[in-house]
C-alpha cells in the first residue's frame, strides 16, 4: 500500500455525522444508514442520465426532529446526537478553524469529546479524517484490532494496552498507520 494517503472528507459536518452513524455498528450497515440519510435529505443532481447525490449539510439536518431521522432506522440516541452536531455547526458554535485554533491535538480531542455523544473513538475519526491530525487514533476501533490480529496471525484481537504499546512506535503518525491498517482489510 505505498504511498497510502489519509482520505480526508473536507466537510466538518459530514465528517461527525458519519462518525455519530458509524458508532458500534458494523461497516455494511453504517453505509445503508448514511445512504439513506442522503437520500432522504441531501439533494440530487442529474446530469446524462446519472443520479448524484449531495450530502445534507448541517443547516439541512439541523431542523429535523428525532421522529424524521428514526425512519432511516438510527436509533434515538443517533438521531439526537446528529440532530444536535448540526446544530452547533449550523449555529457556528462549532467549526473546522475552532478546532484548528484549539492549540493541538489533545485540545481539539477535549472539544470534541465535551459534545453530547461523541466520545473518544469519534472524536478521533474526526480529527482524523477532516481535519488529517497524524496523530488521531481511534484506539477503539473494531476494524483496527481485526487488521492488527490478522496481520499478526494472531486468534485473538489486541487488548488496547497492548494495541497502546504497539503504537508507540508510530507516535505522531497513528492516523496513517491506521489507515494502512484499514486498508489491510479490504
Aim: glycine fraction near 6%.
Amino acid at each position: 500500500f505505498s504511498g497510502l494517503r489519509i482520505i480526508g472528507i473536507p466537510d466538518l459536518f459530514e465528517a461527525m455525522s458519519w462518525g455519530i452513524i458509524g458508532q458500534q455498528i458494523n461497516l455494511a450497515f453504517a453505509y445503508t444508514l448514511k445512504r439513506r440519510l442522503v437520500e432522504h435529505f441531501g439533494k440530487r443532481i442529474t446530469c446524462d442520465g446519472n443520479t448524484y447525490w449531495i450530502y445534507p449539510t448541517a443547516h439541512d439536518i439541523a431542523s429535523l426532529t428525532v421522529q424524521d431521522l428514526q425512519q432511516l432506522r438510527m436509533t434515538e440516541r443517533k438521531c439526537e446526537y446528529l440532530i444536535h452536531t448540526a446544530q452547533l455547526i449550523a449555529d457556528k458554535r462549532l467549526s473546522k478553524e475552532m478546532l484548528l485554533a484549539a492549540g493541538d491535538f489533545k485540545q481539539a480531542e477535549q472539544m470534541l469529546t465535551q459534545i453530547r455523544g461523541i466520545g473518544p473513538w469519534t472524536a478521533n475519526y474526526v480529527l482524523m479524517r477532516c481535519l488529517r491530525m497524524p496523530s488521531a487514533f481511534p484506539i477503539d476501533d473494531v476494524g483496527l484490532h481485526n487488521a492488527i490480529r490478522h496481520r499478526l496471525g494472531s486468534d485473538r484481537k489486541p487488548t488496547k494496552s497492548e494495541l497502546r504499546e504497539m503504537s508507540e512506535k508510530w507516535s505522531g503518525w497513528e492516523a496513517y498507520a491506521t489507515f494502512y491498517l484499514w486498508r489491510y482489510l479490504y
